[in-house]
């Protein structure tokens, strides 16, 4: 009977590249194995503690057979890693974390005897990391598996923990209990799918957070398909409900990500390039409600000109809008920032001075007012401003 896990059931948002540019490099590494004589010098001697030996060692494999069946599980299990990852660095670091695990479990094996100490080649220990780190990252995704008995095949989906504890069990069940492990890197495997898991155990658990909603969405997506033939209507809009919350949420957390670099900027005193990264998103045509939920999170970091030049914008707007008493409202958070604040529009001083001032805010109306000579020349009526900077005392 055997079991080969060939794809995981779930869309991949982006190509995961990383995965594919892996794959090639193992296929090209053995053409130059089959084309020169340099699979010796690739190969991991337990006892070298070579470091570099290492990753070349797991880059070579020993036959055609070989190459293909750990490309097969590979390609099975890393590509949704790498996208549920989101960061092309953190995958290739935890590749090699595997590949240096593995290599260091091989020497300590061959050092106490509990393997030969034979030179090791082969791409399975990460593979297997592979395998293990999905049990943690994405424990309920489900793995498409082709089982094949005699003249029988069927295709089926299995849920990435139960292949993990399947394998790498039965991995460390042979480690346990046989005297020979017939030219199989066994201590490789098991190193490389413990390591795998307690990497995302020890520095994934905030990722593995992030993750879960959106892949609790895929998942029920997938199962939807997979059961579309008794309602291909339902499956259809189920699956587009999906996707739309999906695009919601991402969009939701690209936003987030653009306020972040806004926020590292306004933090180190860096208004000028926060506000032309705000420029360069917003402007007239954006929604006024839009703006506004800009002002609140700029100004939850506290004072600062990235604030006033967005309370421009939106003053601007309001009073386009004709929504003067929000205006008045906007302006008066501006004042609490810089008591000199100008309107965008110098001509509507007088405006908003005189309607503060008929609503009680003389506040406002003072700080709009004062200085105007200084502040707005032949701009505004500089006597008006003195009347009304005279009543409000």
Known sequence: MIIIPYSTALRLSNPPLITYITTILCVVVFALQISSDVTESLMYYPQSWNPVRMITSSLAHADWFHLIGNMIFYLAFAPALEILLGSKIRYIWIMLFIVFVVGISDSIAALVGLSPDLPSLGFS????????????????????????????????????????????????????TASDYGGIGIVAHVAGGVAGYLYGYLWLEERREEVQEDLADEIKVM???????????????????????????????????????????????????????????????????????????????????????????????????????????????????????????????????????????????????????????????????????????
């Not at 990460?126 to 005699?150: E, H």
């Open 223 to 393: 199962n939807v398909e997979q059961q579309s033939g008794k309602s291909l209507a339902d499956a259809a809009r189920f699956k587009k409900e999906i996707d739309h919350k999906i695009a919601v949420k991402k969009e939701f957390q690209e936003h987030d990500k653009f306020m972040g670099r806004v926020y590292k900027m306004v933090e180190t005193g860096r208004d000028s390039e926060a506000v032309y990264r705000l420029m360069s998103q917003y402007d007239l045509t954006t929604p006024t409600h839009e703006l506004e939920d800009v002002f609140e999170r700029i100004q939850e970091w506290g004072a600062s000109r990235t604030l006033l030049c967005i309370g421009r914008l939106i003053i601007y707007k309001l009073d386009t809008e004709m929504r003067y008493g929000t205006a008045i409202f906007y302006i008066e958070k501006c004042q609490q920032v810089s008591p000199q604040f100008v309107l965008p529009d110098v001509s509507r001083t007088l405006y908003y001075a005189q309607m503060a001032f008929d609503t009680g805010k003389f506040d406002v109306t003072k700080n709009l007012v004062m200085n105007s000579r200084k502040r707005y020349g032949n701009l505004v009526n500089c006597d008006q401003c003195n009347h009304l900077l005279q009543k409000v005392g």
């Open 125 to 176: 220990g990460v593979v297997m990391g592979m395998i293990g780190l999905s049990a943690y990252l994405m424990p309920q995704a489900k793995i498409r598996v082709f089982w094949w008995w005699g003249f029988f095949g069927k295709t089926f989906f299995v849920r990435a923990w139960i292949l993990a504890a399947y394998y790498i069990g039965f991995d460390t069940w042979t480690m346990i």
